[in-house]
């Protein structure tokens, strides 16, 4: 039986295992730094369809589609789909997998949906639910710069502080069969956060916002499971960036804790800042989702890294809220992943 | 052990149960036939906040804080929420319930969304996971207008398919206790929903959207559990409205199954449709949820009704996918609710 652990976490009894995997990217993220271990890279930034919108669902689609095959399974064999973007009223993941004939659970927690999906998912397959669930989500620089900022072709200036949202979609296989593929990865554990407000009101800066979100699921993780960071070989925050990753090692060191040598952001990875022009690094929810699914992993199977704790960031607003003049809080899920 | 059921359903060896449920509504509801069985009837169309979308967050945070409060339980009792509304990026939800200190799982299923927010609180529950968690969801009419059709200044011309967007909003605990309060209603079971698209392109008949997702998770639910409609005392859709409710009850005729003596709608329901000018039904995620909230259960709690098949209904789309072209598909999640 699988126990509840503090306050926010669950220990597996019997961990899930990610047995399949798979990331496709845009050309951006094609002449970046972790281009290599992508599975799929598209120079076309609407991968073939009419629009960023129609582009993003279209690599929801065939991320789940490849994470399935390279799991050794058929469509037929996946009972639930846990799946988000950031997109109002999630068109991308909709479109992506309507027409595969598996029932869908619709999730939403910004940048944190990857975290969200993967806790979902491992949930329900520790639980004897499912054998086998598909965990997707996705971003799209055109999508999301026209759904929360100013429409592309306006040119707005980029301050400093803002992250450059990832065109990708990262789609994983969670079963509870032993992998046969290249290596043994499962999920251990999960510490659900919760939403975090510290009253920062500023979209053009979201490592600012989720920073706090991800120190408390932090700290909230190694409480619960009464850890030292040190535990883990890696602790990876999603999306902070660079000027997201100061403000969490801050807080955490006002906590003292201290996790600046296993700390790694994969929005920091995931580009050259400078020589991209992305400033404080990588965001979205497919930042996350395909660093996990093609380098991080990757680090796993070859032994670099036993354990790893992922932690996807969310920036919790809408044009509507932020135009209304609130708040952006923060939400981020820690998923404990080890190698077996 | 819980148990998966055929090929989209999962029965609950030990049946979680609805300790505490609770519903707020704006002013037109509470003009309407159901009115008497809300617990907060508000004659403030922005509940004493500054916009609809303010007003729909604090709709979301009473009903939350009420449901607790009549599961005689504490805000720190609560493991998770389990929260989603209609808006881009869940604004009413997040800023509803971020000052709450509770883990959030943040869900978007369209107006099914009451669907997916009970499936995964009983499967938290029953897995063990947690011995209490609030399921959530709201909507709001002039919110929802604003984010899916036309200002309502502009004052558009509704044609008879169209329905109403519910003000309100439904919470629930969910628990592994045996309720000290008026009733005994657990969720014996559930069937996770599809999307599935016929195509439909009209944003003002959502009914027709919606109505093939419900007979298909309706029609799999009776096969995965291998009954009959007559299993149930009443089979109640979310709101398909009286076009969506025809469209329905012919479909599943076409498979030889007959629901018309079982069938009710919330959306017929929640108004008086000719004398409030709603044309076709209610709809919303707050339609469902303040029925089931309000109505459904004291039937239930009265022994009026024993078993019912509760099915909110969703429709997937966005203004930018709407705008684009696309189709409108359905999904619908199915909640077998029991008196014992």
Redo the contacts between chains.
């Keep these: 039986?699988?126990?509840?652990i503090g306050e926010?976490s669950?220990k597996f009894s019997e961990p899930p295992y990610i047995i399949g995997a798979a990331s496709i990217c845009g050309p951006k993220e094609a002449e970046g730094p972790l281009a290599r271990y992508f599975d799929i890279l598209s120079e076309d930034p609407t991968f073939g369809k009419?629009?960023w919108?129609?582009g993003e669902s279209e690599m929801v689609r065939q991320a789940v589609l490849l994470a399935i095959q390279k799991a050794n399974k058929r469509k037929e064999d996946i009972?639930?789909i846990f799946a988000?973007d950031?997109?109002?009223?999630?068109?991308a993941s909709?479109?992506g997998?309507?027409?595969m004939?598996?029932?869908?659970?619709?999730?939403?927690?910004?940048c944190s949906t990857c975290g969200?999906s993967l806790?979902?998912a491992a949930?329900?397959v520790?639980?004897?639910?499912?054998d086998h669930v598909v965990a997707a989500t996705s971003s799209h620089y055109g999508?999301a710069e026209?759904?929360f900022r100013f429409p592309l072709e306006y040119g707005n200036q980029r301050p400093l502080s803002t992250t450059w949202t990832v065109t990708g979609s990262g789609a994983f296989v969670i079963s509870n069969q032993i992998p046969d593929n290249e290596g043994e990865v499962c999920i251990t554990g999960i510490t659900?956060?919760?939403?975090v407000?510290y009253g920062v009101k500023d979209s053009l800066n979201m490592g600012a916002c989720m920073a706090p979100a991800a120190a408390d699921v932090i700290y909230q993780n190694l409480t619960d499971f009464k850890i030292k960071p040190g535990y883990y070989d890696r602790i990876i925050t999603g999306d902070l960036g660079k000027v997201g990753k100061r403000i969490l090692l801050d807080l955490l060191d006002s906590n003292h804790v201290d996790i600046s040598k296993e700390h790694m952001d994969c929005g920091i990875e995931i580009f050259y800042n400078k020589e991209q022009d992305t400033h404080s690094g990588g965001s979205g929810c497919g930042c996350s989702a395909i660093t996990l699914a093609g380098y991080i992993l990757k680090q796993m199977y070859q032994g670099d890294w036993k354990r790893v704790l992922f932690v996807p960031t969310g920036a919790?607003?809408?044009?509507?809220?932020f135009n209304?003049g609130?708040n952006i809080?923060g939400?981020a899920h820690a998923v404990m992943l080890e190698r077996r």
């Design positions: 039986m699988s126990e509840k926010q669950i009419n629009s919108e129609e009972r639930y988000g950031l997109l109002g009223q999630l068109i909709t479109f997998v309507k027409d004939d598996i029932p869908v659970f619709g999730l939403y927690g910004a969200e806790s979902l949930m329900t520790a639980a004897g639910y499912a999508s026209k759904q659900t956060g919760k939403i407000d919790l607003l809408s044009t509507v809220s209304e609130q809080p939400i």
